[in-house]
Structures are given as C-alpha cells and as structure tokens.
C-alpha cells in the first residue's frame, strides 16, 4: 500500500521536454505559506511582544498540552535527563561533536591590514556576535545533531550568551530527549527554555522577562518557525535569521555503476523526513532508474516512518538524461539542498558543479555522513537558494567591520581625489570636510 505513491512516480525523458516542461519538472512542492498562516504566525508574535511570559505559558497549554510550563530548564531536571542517556548514544555524540569541531576550527577567520596608499591604513575585522538564539526541533523527530551543528560554530566563535529553545517535551516540561542536552553541554550551552514553535522565535527576537532578547536566531523547524523567522528578520525591532530554508530536499546523479540500493536508501533517508521533502534521481541509464525504482518500494515497506516517506515520494522525480554532461546541467538547474553522487567520474563530475549547497561525494557517502558526524554543517539552504545562499558555517557566527585611519601624508594623498568626486555628486559637505583638512595640512607646511 504505501508503495503506490512511489510506482505512480514516472520517468521523465529530460530531453523530449519544452523548456516549460522542463523547469516544472524540476518544481519543488508548494509551500504552505498561505496569508492564514502568515496572519497566525504574526498574532502569535504580537501576542509574545504584549504578554511575554504569560503568552509563552498559555501557549504550551494551548499547543502541548502543559499547564505552568516553567520556561526555563532547571539543573536538577537537566541533569535528571542526562542519567538516561545510553552510553553509546553519548559516544557517537562525542565523536560527532570532535568533527565537526575539526572542521569548523578550520574556518576560524584572521583580521587583515592593508596600507592601499601611503599612509592610508584599511582593516577588514571579524568579531563574534554578542548573543545567539540557536532553535532545536523536538517533535516527533527531536535533532540533537542540529544542536552540534549550531552550538559547535557559536562556541568556537565565543558569543557571549548562546540561548537554546527547544519544544518542552511530554508528559511534563523538561522532558527534553537527553542526547539535546548532552550536545548541548558539550558545546558550553547552558542558557536552555522550555519553548517551541513561532512563540519561542518571538521570545528570541524581542525578549521577555524571562528570556533575553538575541540578536540573530538560527536552526530549522516546521512552517510555523520558518515563517516566524522570516517575519522577525523583516523587523528591525527584532532580529536576524541565518537563511531562508523550505523543506529538505536531495538530488543523487548516478550512472550504470551506482548500487541501486544505496541510492534508494539515500533517497528514502530524505524522504523520511517530512511529507514535503523532495527526492529526486537524475541518470543516463534507464536501467539504473528501474533498478532503483524496485529497490526504493522494498525498502520503503520497512520504514518505521513509511507513511512520512510515501507522501514526500509522491513528488519525487526520476530524470532520465542522454548523458552525464546533461544530468550535470539538470543537477545545477535544481540546486539541491544535497547532492549524492554516484558514478564511474564522481571526482571529474564534482568539479562541474556549481549550485548545490552540500555535495557527497561516491557511494561510500550517504547524506547521513554530512548529517550527522563527518564534520561539514547540516544547515543548509533549501528551496533553491542554494544557488545564492552558502551552507552555515563558523562565519555566520561572526560580525565583520572595517577600520581605517589616515596619516598626515595619506590625506596629502588621497584627499583631492576625494574633493573632486565628492563633488561630481554634488555633495559639498563631503568635499568640505576634506579641503577644511587640506588646508590645514597646507598651513602646517608653509609654518
């Protein structure tokens, strides 16, 4: 039953389609992003920026289920969560946190000087943002992955104050899966709320009695949160986002001598996480299509998320290409969230890409590896933007700012330059304050 959605799923010959049919081809699912959602998301705001804390309780009645939802997580309630964690869960969270500490390490940023003329001094500055609000997913799939993703490059930055929400979790508020709070102490986080959803986004942008205002907010989450996130970063009362993100989506370009069932667990494992996901195959062989095709409805029977997976796979593609060159020019049209590659000249291939946000390189590399402990960041822009939008890195954690200082000599010999095009804009009082210095460095002179 849960295959249908899957054997509806046609294969469509790039090469015998219009333009027009070729850009639906590669459509991503409509978002739900209707003005009622806009408008609940903006009351729910509004409500927080009147109210605060008693909209932030009233909330976790309303949409948890809890009654006096304390706001904030106790050291006696964290710690109670951390004896449940299983030690092998706590060994693979160190390990992932140990690479993706490597890697972002690496993209620790340097000042620079330039002297660009004799006695003009320019510097380019990086310097951490003052307060961080990282938002962490706990539905029915809580992430503490995502965690490491923000906490790791906020630490090696050194923000001041990092703050986590994160939904209260059931029976009672503090029931946080334990592997988030783990990542979360290894990355130094220790300012942790009871709060999901858009209200917890309001609480990050414009601050409560509890809650301290942040000044840029970074995760995922479901509409709600995407939406709230955009709303505030549109606020210069409220605050800044880390990107534009949609549902999660993966493309994999494989020939004849990928493995059918790699590629469709790589398929699936996108699939699974959320209806609105979107997976797509691109391939020069049909076989390799069909293949796959089989494989991914056997695999798919045996997912404890199948239904999840079967209604992201009713708008997956399978795109038959006349070759390699073509499916790389289908790949960059898209530009995937993730892209797997699986062929005979990976290597060759990736050189040729010039859109996707994260790629994985050869059938030894699922998506999973950059998901969770090769060390890259999962957060990703979505929906297209990859084309434009770079993955979060340690950078997104930095401020830059530049400095300049002038000597005596560099005025001497910069300023007519300045005088004489501030005056081609017809801007007198930027020419002024030049000639005004000039012709006191021309008094000093003739003195």
Sequence with gaps: MTSKPEQAARVINWA?????????ALAR??????AALSGQVAAIINTVRQQGDAALRAYSTQFDGLDNNPLVLSHEVKQA???????????AIELAYDNIRKFHAAQLPRDI?????????????SRAIAAVGLYIPGGSAPLPSTVLMLGVPAQLAGCGRI???TP?????????????????????????YTIGGAQAIAALAYGTATIGKVDKIYGPGNRFVTEAKQQVSQDAKGAMIDMPAGPSEVLVLADNSANPAFVAADLLSQAEH?????????????????????????????LPRQDIAAAALSHSRYILTTDLAQAVTVTNAYAPEHLIVQTACDDELTEQFTSAASIFVGKWTPESAGDYASGTNHVLPTYGY??????????????????????????RNIGPAIVTLAEAESLEAHANAVRLRLAELNTINQG
């Excluded at 015998?16 to 639906?24: D, F, G």
């Excluded at 699912?29 to 209707?34: G, K």
């Excluded at 951390?82 to 706590?90: C, D, H, T």
């Excluded at 029976?171 to 592997?179: M, N, R, T, V, W």
Aim: overall charge negative; charged content about 20%.
């Design 16 to 24: 015998q389609l219009s333009a027009p049919a070729q850009q639906a």
């Design 29 to 34: 699912p409509d978002l739900a992003d209707s």
């Design 81 to 91: 969560q951390l004896s449940k964690l299983l030690p092998e869960r706590k060994a």
């Design 113 to 125: 000087e330039v002297e660009t003329s004799i006695g003009v001094v320019c510097q380019l500055k």
């Design 163 to 165: 703050v986590l929400v």
């Design 168 to 192: 209260p979790g059931k029976p009672k508020a503090g029931d946080i899966a334990p592997e988030i709070l783990y990542a979360a102490e290894l990355c130094g986080i220790s300012e942790i």
């Design 274 to 302: 959320g209806p609105d996901s979107q997976v797509i195959l691109v391939s020069d062989s049909a076989a390799l299509i069909n293949a796959v095709q089989q494989e991914v409805a056997t695999q798919l029977a045996q």
């Design 386 to 411: 990859s084309n434009t939008v770079s993955s979060l890195s340690l950078t997104d954690f930095y401020r830059r700012f530049t400095v300049q200082k002038l000597s005596a000599q560099g005025m």
